[in-house]
T-cell receptor, first 113, second 115 residues
Framework: DQQVKQNSPSLSVQEGRISILNCDYT??????FLWYKKYPAEGPTFLIS?????DKNEDGRFTVFLNKSAKHLSLHIVPSQPGDSAVYFC????????????FGTGTRLTIIP | SAVISQKPSRDICQRGTSLTIQCQVD?????MFWYRQQPGQSLTLIAT?????????ESGFVIDKFPISRPNLTFSTLTVSNMSPEDSSIYLC????????????FGPGTRLTVL
């Protein structure tokens, strides 16, 4: 049972445009959500997070939106840059202590120069 | 942020053998975790490595198959025992800092292929 789902395995976006990556979850006990970026042969790198008490968190070019009623979150990257090409994982945790992360299957983002 | 290293980075092993993966963190972390990423799959938590005591395993993972040690705050090992081709995966360790608001940092992973 996949509790965190990323339904788009891949996404291609023109450089300079907005990239939107989506994530859905089924477990209402999840309280804290994170996005990680992963380059080949490297471990996932933390990007941005959001707790369930917020609906938006922004950090530079990255913004995460959370819709608790729809159990949906999205990551917006604007403007997209070639270095953003990577696999993006969303992850969820049942507590703000950031333990026991449940990951989605990832979306491979390709930025086209 | 913590810097996490793993050894080996990759290995090819024969069925029935065991492999021990080492994870070293450059600063003290309160929690360390081991994950597995099977081909085309998401990262799945295997267990929480507890310092000086038995690891806490997630459903579907058992100590006999994946014994874990954590002798101090900055070092842990994961052994994949009696391997089969189904164990071919990337194994990653992660650490979380002393504050509950710290994020989890991941090592680069160990790519294991079992023939």
């Amino acid at each position: 049972d996949q509790q965190v789902k990323q339904n788009s395995p891949s996404l291609s976006v023109q450089e300079g445009r907005i990239s939107i990556l989506n994530c859905d979850y089924t477990n209402s006990m999840f309280d804290y959500f994170l996005w990680y970026k992963k380059y080949p042969a490297e471990g996932p790198t933390f990007l941005i997070s959001i707790s369930s008490i917020k609906d938006k968190n922004e950090d530079g070019r990255f913004t995460v939106f959370l819709n608790k009623s729809a159990k949906h979150l999205s990551l917006h990257i604007v403007p997209s840059q070639p270095g953003d090409s990577a696999v993006y994982f969303c992850a969820a945790s049942p507590n703000f202590g950031n333990e026991k992360l449940t990951f989605g299957t990832g979306t491979r983002l390709t930025i086209i120069p | 942020s913590a810097v996490i290293s793993q050894k080996p980075s990759r290995d090819i092993c024969q069925r029935g053998t065991s492999l021990t993966i080492q994870c070293q963190v450059d600063s003290q972390v309160t929690m360390m975790f081991w994950y597995r990423q099977q081909p085309g799959q998401s990262l799945t938590l295997i267990a929480t490595a507890n310092q000086g005591s038995e690891a806490t395993y997630e459903s579907g993972f058992v100590i006999d198959k994946f014994p874990i040690s954590r002798p101090n705050l900055t070092f842990s090992t994961l052994t994949v025992s009696n391997m089969s081709p189904e164990d071919s995966s990337i194994y990653l360790c992660s650490g979380r800092g002393t504050s509950s608001t710290d994020t989890q940092y991941f090592g680069p992973g160990t790519r294991l292929t079992v023939l």
